[in-house]
């Protein structure tokens, strides 16, 4: 995808081969600030505070972080520790554990003193495949925005969060289809949601698709339900970070209520789900997936810019109120249309899961 014109991707190895560099996602969109990461601490510290975030990029950043730890420690102890360390980082996002496990298959083999380059090698291909499987997302989501196209002028989108290339190494989960129908000539507008506490969708995923000049406006999280039932919304699709072996689906807090607005007025709800984001161990989402509880600060408190061009954090609500956070909540599969996989789009049940990705549902039993 592109800043100010230029293709960019979320996270790259360092010219002169020293660390990797990363787009500090809290700056944006008042700032864009490229930082470097070259301890393990540095990565596991910016998977915590979200200067990397959305359930993809964390396993890549994980496994580049990996392999920055083996140059100090190659030896089996090392290669648990880092391991540890990075997957104590966000429990909810599966991909983590997927990229940490990947990476510990292919290095556990070699002798020690191999693993610090097999390592970097090794993330620098789940970087280039999560790549591959957006772009397959991509067009497998663009028939769903193709069809409606052929009946209507423009297609309106409603996405939640930031499932765009932010939250991956390029082209995004859910938005992957909204770039490919603007690259095949689609009329197209976007309904952002705000997604509060942390208004990535307001931060972010607007400011991609500014990035990409593709029409859209951001509404509040309340507003989607009343849009939807006045014909507003022609398709609803969101990502991931944690689809049950069931097709339930754990996203950003907010999905579910989206969900049951899309049900209720007949509108479609797709997930944009890579198979790294299935977890075949878990048949039940509501009862089993682990629901990260971040910090209250980020409910009673606003970050912005002011009129005058500073960049400012202020309370929002009175002193003494105290604030819940659970980060993510799960949709049950009853809700969801569809997952827009690498494979093709997938009903949300185990057996069609099960027949799309037999090598996971392996690995499992």
């Known amino acids: ?139 497998n989501g663009l028939a769903l925005i193709s069809e409606i196209a052929e009946r209507k002028s423009r297609v309106n989108i409603l996405t939640h969060c930031n499932a765009g290339w932010l939250a991956t190494v390029d082209w995004g989960t859910a938005t992957a289809p909204i770039y490919k129908a603007q690259d095949a000539g689609i009329d197209l507008h976007v309904y952002v949601d705000e997604t509060r506490p942390r208004n990535q969708g307001a931060s972010l995923t607007a400011w991609e698709l500014s990035q990409q000049g593709i029409s859209h406006q951001v509404i509040v999280d309340n507003a989607g339900g009343h849009i939807m039932q006045h014909g507003g919304v022609d398709l609803v699709i969101v990502g991931t970070d944690r689809t049950t072996a069931t097709g339930d689906v754990c996203n950003k807090i907010g999905t579910y209520l989206k969900a049951l607005a899309a049900k209720d007025n007949d509108v479609p709800f797709y997930v944009a789900a890579p198979s790294s984001s299935i977890d075949f161990a878990i048949a039940d989402g509501v009862r089993d997936i682990p629901i990260e509880e971040r910090n209250a600060r980020e409910v009673t408190h606003m970050r912005g810019r002011t009129d005058d061009g500073r960049l400012e954090t202020v309370r929002i609500v009175p002193e003494g109120s105290r604030a819940t956070n659970p980060a993510f909540d799960v949709t049950p599969a009853r809700l969801v249309t569809g997952l827009i996989t690498e494979r093709g789009i997938i009903a949300p049940r185990k057996d069609a899961l099960a027949t799309a990705f037999p090598e996971r549902l392996q690995l499992v039993d």
């Not at 930082?35 to 915590?48: G, P, Q």
């Not at 520790?81 to 990075?86: D, N």
């Open 1 to 139: 995808m592109r800043v100010d014109g230029k293709p960019t991707r979320t996270i790259w190895p360092a010219a002169n081969g020293g660390g990797v560099m990363i787009i500090d996602q809290t700056r944006l969109p008042h700032e864009f600030v490229i930082s470097e990461l070259v301890t393990l601490d540095n990565f596991a510290s910016a998977i915590k505070d979200m200067k990397v975030r959305g359930a993809p990029l964390i396993g890549v950043t994980a496994a580049y972080g990996l392999a920055i730890a083996l140059r100090d420690d190659p030896g089996d102890s090392g290669l648990a520790a880092a391991s540890a360390k990075l997957l104590a980082t966000r429990p909810t996002a599966v991909n983590l554990a997927w990229a940490l496990d990947v990476m510990r298959a292919a290095l556990a083999p070699l002798p020690p003193a191999a693993r610090p380059e097999a390592a970097f090698a090794k993330a620098g291909e789940l970087a280039d495949l999560d790549v591959a499987i957006c772009d397959a997302i991509g067009v």
